[in-house]
């Protein structure tokens, strides 16, 4: 998934994080708190996918994206994020 890559940029009100070239972000007060939201959206994202979105185009080929997301709990996660090896 080296083609995937979490972007940080600090807002008035806090942090939006998101994934160029996927539909998914999330908002924080602080970064922490965006991360953790982008933890919980990727969540949703590969819940989404597994039941209605597999098949649509623009997000056939984020197949690998939700296999990332499967397997990796919520720290494994994390430090992807935020560019943690």
Do not use: C, K
Request: cysteine-free.
């Amino acid at each position: 998934m080296s083609w995937l890559r979490a972007e940080a940029v600090p807002e008035a009100d806090g942090w939006s994080v998101f994934l160029s070239g996927t539909p998914i972000a999330a908002d924080g007060a602080t970064f922490d708190e965006a991360i953790d939201e982008m933890v919980d959206a990727l969540r949703e994202y590969a819940a989404d996918w597994q039941d209605r979105l597999l098949d649509a185009p623009g997000h056939r080929d984020l197949w690998g994206l939700v296999q990332l997301i499967s397997l990796s709990d919520d720290s494994q996660l994390r430090d992807w994020l935020v560019g943690n090896p």
